[in-house]
């Protein structure tokens, strides 16, 4: 029986609601590109994908098949990445071996690739390795990465001596193993350099200076291996340094392309790789700027042994004026000096590792590849606490041309304490790419051990987190290449969010999709607005953490993030801090270092002479040991003048500066404090736009402050590129106040142009929702009566994976609540009809919508034969004003799930319906059979409403 739906349709809204309506934007306001952009975003705001060559084995009729979804599903490119596989990835061995990595065979398909994705207009970056870190087959001995390897003699002084000194035993590697370096006939390495002879007491420790300790490199010859002496009275432990390779390799390269990673400190190792990729693809490609290929990747720096290079003396001695030498023994024995000896030293000895990785590996890769016409892109900040990346990580970003960070799904990695995600770099790489003005914050997005387990919506929730922390491109993790005969799922790297055409769901992900590209749209256009300037110190590796953790400008303000090496281009511009180019800031503010150079002290001397607000707390010593105590000297001396001064407030926070300047929060709203809703904060030309994100799982409404005046808001929906007015707002003060209604972990764009206010009127309710049509109240006058569509739904599902071909559901319910198996172990996609009658009208003043209640994951809906649109994220409700009719109605629901219910059900019954490598799942630890059920397809109530709007 067809059931029958009455619409009510809800009563005009009363009071000053009634008198409102939303208009539609004025166009004539300079932001006409803008807007365009937002509703179509262009390429480059695009996510792009990691393209997984899993043992370098390519099908290259799926090549060019997947390269067509990933433009066909709104994204903007790829990142080829070439990579073996672990032993807990492919325990069943089904992915073969391919070709090696840039032999001829790879090349062609990479030219395949390149080929395919310039008529498709995508971007394609390329990986400079068999997985990471750099390296492969072609390096050689002298180009690869290097430590240190020490004999030890005994020696008795009050003598002349000439004694041979042994060549230092090639110790096994961090693991207890061999290390694997080329060796000459006679047993020694093929490469070493001799590094330094050094003399040390026997049983030396907490030495004050090096007094005690002789450097005696000048008297030794290693052609003879003889060390001549004039040694004093006692006992001497005589050490002899070599520089020699350490044996690492690429961390999981495919089965033919496994070598050795080069010497990541050698300007001379990162030319000869970078140039081998270029000069194997130059032929191939010719002008790369004619070509699809934007970029070469490096990817994380993750080597475990002890790094060295022969170079790293003379630039230690560059850096700090003294020799290394007599400190090579404190690198191994932290107690043959004292604290703060050795602190120091420790100090400069890292930083030295910062200077020589930036200048000699990112640095002149951003050189060489912008000399051929590529940009270099890399995660060269790290994760560094996670990896030990020692580098200084904002200037190591800042070297290249797009910096890169990540961040997972539904995993963390906290340390020393409960407050920093490890894991979780954003805040980071905007504040380098800002600061260094490189415009594009990328991420590795959604890296993931839930295999199958998460959709769009999911993600949604840590992407707009970190939209709010400055990023605007995303390079999803990842995209698995699936050969022909793999099947489904089919076959996936094991830490990735499985993002590719073999995903239930993926027909609808262009949703999705669009959704993060018109985010990222809008705050590449644009530039970042904070009030704060947060000097972040200079240690190495130093850590921008998670947005407000360690650091915070107080609720309603957001705060930039500088280090030692743009500190001195600020000036001050009527009382406020300016980093030319950048941004403007009221408060700088120094945290609570208690170390600073001699030359950020009297930066901040100039600063606060000019007129600027600082606050923080007072150094109480140089960092490093050059120059000591002299430079201790001068930080205690000057700090103590600049603090008694005043001129630095040790006693307030950036807050209360703030605050105390009249500067009221940028973005405010009642009970803030709870951090139900987040901001950031973006300008162009006169525009301001904020991003406002719900981080609840509930409706969120409120009435918001912005630092804004006289100026016209616009609400931006970047779900459907909707624009609108806000005609609901007052001014009060030198804010302006607009109530909003935001759904469960939705997000709008909030946006002032330079159109001249025009309220009319304030409103007291604050859950309004605004619409292209009108907007109306969610509590007074919105839906208040809607009808269910009840009865029996006729269901069809694809066969192929167990199901029955038809069902019919009394109600809906959960597919996992069937008694059928092929129902409840069911993934795919399953589609709902139903015919149902109408009597109402719609129009500009009473839309009608569809509300589907709750499902999961996605639904694609058709009204009466024609498209409705795609839901993915709550609430799941579309505007069906022009396409219903009076009388019968024919509705189509077609909703997708994930493999997870599927693969669970093989597992239970031993039936093989899915294909793939995984064979436990969430890091290969969690059976299958295991894994509890996701609720899947839809669950409602689906309902027709109709609603009033003001107008």
Known sequence: MKNVVHIITASLLVGLLGLFACETPNTDDGLTE??????????????????????????????????????????????????????????????????????????????????????????????????????????????????????????????????????????????????????????????????????????AKNLGDTSRIFDLSAQF????????????????????????????????????????????????????????????????????????????????????????????????????????????????????????????????????FSELMIQNHYAKSKEICNAHGLEIISESGGPGHMHHIPVETLKALGALDVPRGEFWYNREYYKEDSVVDYIWLVKEIAAASHIYQRNIVEEEAFTSYWDW???????????????????NRLVIHGFTHNPSEFGFPGIVYLASTHYNDKRVWWPMAKAFNDYLARNSYILQQAKFVADVLYYYGDDVPNLVPPKNTRFTAGPGYDYEVINTDKLSELVVENGEVVLPGVGRYKVLALGNNTEMSPAALAKMRDLAASGAVIVGGKPTQANGLARQPEATQEIV??????????????????????????????????????????????????????????TTDSWVSEKLSFRQQNRAPELWDPKTGEMMSIPVFEASGNVTLLPLSIPPYGSYFVVFTNQP????????????????????????????????????????????????????????????????????????????????????????????????????????????????????????????????????????????????????????????????????????????????????????????VTISLSK
């Open 221 to 352: 010859d290693a052609a003879t291996e003889l060390l001549s002496w004039d040694a004093p009275e006692g006992e001497w432990d005589i050490y002899r340094y070599i520089c020699s390779n350490s044996g690492e390799r690429l961390i999981v390269p495919s089965p033919n392309s496994d070598g050795p990673i080069i010497d990541h400190f050698d300007s001379a190792a990162t030319r000869m790789h970078m140039m081998y990729f270029i000069n194997k693809l130059k032929p191939l490609v010719g002008d790369f700027k004619q070509s699809a290929l934007r970029n070469l990747y490096l990817a994380s720096y993750e080597a475990k042994e002890f790094a060295w290079t022969p170079t790293l003396p003379q630039m230690f001695k560059k850096l700090h004026g003294y020799e290394i030498n007599k400190f090579i023994p404190a690198i191994y024995d932290e107690q043959l000096y004292e604290e703060k000896v050795n602190d120091g030293f420790q100090f400069d000895f890292r930083k030295t």
């Open 757 to 944: 206010a025009k309220s009319k009127g304030s409103i007291e309710n604050t859950d309004i929702v605004y619409t292209p049509h009108g907007f109306y109240s969610r509590s007074a006058g919105g839906p208040t009566k809607s009808t269910t569509i009840e009865g029996e739904w006729n269901v069809s599902f694809n066969e192929a994976w167990g199901a029955p071909g038809t069902a019919v559901f009394p109600q809906l319910t959960s597919w996992t609540q069937s008694e059928a198996d092929g129902i409840r172990y069911y993934s795919g996609i399953g589609t709902y009809d139903k015919t149902f009658e109408f009597a109402g009208s719609g129009g500009e003043a009473n839309r009608v919508y569809l509300d589907l209640g709750d499902l999961a994951e996605m639904a694609e809906v058709t009204l009466n034969s024609k498209p409705v649109g795609i839901v993915w994220t709550k609430p799941y409700r579309l505007d069906v004003t022009d396409m219903i009719k009076e009388g019968a109605n024919t509705l189509s629901v077609r909703v997708a799930n994930t493999w997870s219910n599927r693969l669970t059900g093989d597992a239970i019954t031993g039936e093989q319906f899915t294909n793939t490598n995984i064979t436990n799942a969430n890091k290969n630890l969690t059976p299958w059979k295991d894994v509890p059920l996701k609720k899947s397809g839809l669950l409602g109530p689906v309902q027709v």
């Open 637 to 694: 001396s000057g700090s103590d003048e600049l603090w008694a001064s005043g001129k630095v407030r040790s006693n307030q926070t950036p807050e209360d500066a703030l605050r105390g300047l009249g500067v009221v929060p940028d973005f405010a709203y009642p009970g803030q404090a709870s951090g139900k809703l987040d901001f950031i904060h973006y300008a162009k030309g006169d525009a301001d736009f904020y991003l406002i994100r719900n």
């Open 453 to 471: 387990q998460e959709s769009p919506k999911d993600l949604k929730v840590i992407a707009d987190r970190a939209f709010c922390e400055g990023m």
């Open 34 to 203: 803008l807007r365009v952009g937002f509703q179509n975003p262009p390429v480059k705001a695009r996510a792009k994908v990691y393209w997984w060559w899993l043992n370098g084995y390519v099908d290259s009729v799926r090549l060019k098949t997947e390269l067509r979804a990933i433009k066909d599903a709104g994204l903007g490119g790829v990142d080829i990445f070439e990579i073996g596989l672990r032993r807990a990835s492919d325990e069943k061995g089904i992915i073969p071996a391919g070709p090696p990595f840039m032999g001829e065979e790879s090349l062609h398909l990479i030219k395949m690739a390149l080929d395919e994705a310039k008529k498709l207009d995508l971007e394609v970056g390329l990986g400079v390795a068999s997985s990471w870190n750099a390296g492969g087959t072609w390096v050689e001995p002298k180009h690869a990465s290097k430590t240190l390897y020490a004999s030890k003699t005994l020696l008795k002084g009050g003598k002349e001596v000439k004694m041979k000194l042994p060549f230092p035993e090639i110790t096994p590697d961090r693991n207890g193993k061999p290390r694997k370096i080329d060796y000459l006939p006679g047993g020694r390495p093929v490469y070493s350099e001799e590094i330094a002879v050094v003399a040390i007491p026997k049983g």
